[in-house]
């Protein structure tokens, strides 16, 4: 069955301590590995498409992986700001998003 | 260019009462998305449209749920004779095509009382 799994559930670092989120997936013919930030109370921001296995995409503190079964959300050296759940998602057959439960950050200063 | 509107922000309805959420999607974006969260839980899939069609409706409920995104105005989903259980935040999303990232609102919060 595809499906989108991400983990771990919670995480919680130290400001400055650098860690990584997993998103693994069981899709076949994947049609691009999508990351959302989601703040409390708003709507999902979106920050990565990733298409093919060996792809990368950084943003400040934030660079995206792809490999063939999965994707990693790697955070340098984070500070409180970057608070946040973070979602991965992929479309599944006619369903454009799938999303995983996400994984909720706290930096603590 | 403004985001993907949605309004209102916030709704209350009473048990048995029609739901109306309205999303305008951002400008060129012709494909839109609702998904509904509950309060910690992930972002469930509802319904895709495409100006005047239904692409893919698996995960609206059979019964009191529909959307439609007409030629002109925004994208509506409509729950009728409300529940409790309909409590929740509905997000609506919008992209150029199909393929490509999705652009979310800040979504309407509907209570139920």
């Known amino acids: 069955e595809d499906q989108v799994t991400q983990s771990p559930e919670a995480l919680r670092l130290q400001e400055g301590e650098s860690s990584s989120l997993n998103c693994s997936y069981t899709?076949?013919?994947?049609?691009?590995l999508f990351w959302y930030r989601q703040d409390p109370g708003k709507g999902p921001e979106f920050l990565f498409t990733?298409?093919?296995a060996g792809e990368e995409k950084e943003k400040e503190r934030l660079k995206a992986t792809l490999t063939k079964k999965e994707s990693f959300l790697h955070i340098t050296a984070p500070k409180p700001e970057d608070s946040a759940t973070y979602l991965c998602?992929?479309?599944?057959?006619?369903?454009?998003?799938?999303f995983g439960k996400g994984t909720r950050l706290s930096v603590i200063a | 260019n403004a985001g993907v509107m949605q309004n209102p922000r916030h709704l209350v309805r009473r048990r048995g009462q029609e739901a109306r959420l309205r999303c305008s999607p951002m400008?060129?974006?012709?494909?839109v998305y609702w998904y509904r969260q509950l309060p910690e839980e992930g972002l469930k899939f509802m319904v895709y449209?495409?100006?005047?069609?239904?692409?893919?409706e698996s995960g609206m409920p059979k019964e009191r749920f529909s959307a439609e995104f007409p030629k002109e105005g925004p994208s509506i989903l409509r729950i009728q004779q409300v529940v409790r259980g309909d409590s929740a935040a509905y997000f609506c999303?919008?992209?150029?095509?199909?393929?490509?990232?999705?652009?979310f609102g800040q979504g309407t919060r509907l209570t139920v009382v």
């Open positions: 400008k060129g974006h012709s494909h």
């Open positions: 899709v076949s013919g994947l049609r691009g």
């Open positions: 449209l495409q100006k005047e069609n239904i692409i893919d």
């Open positions: 999303a919008s992209s150029p095509s199909g393929a490509t990232e999705a652009f």
């Open positions: 990733l298409y093919s």
């Open positions: 998602a992929a479309p599944l057959g006619n369903t454009p998003l799938v």
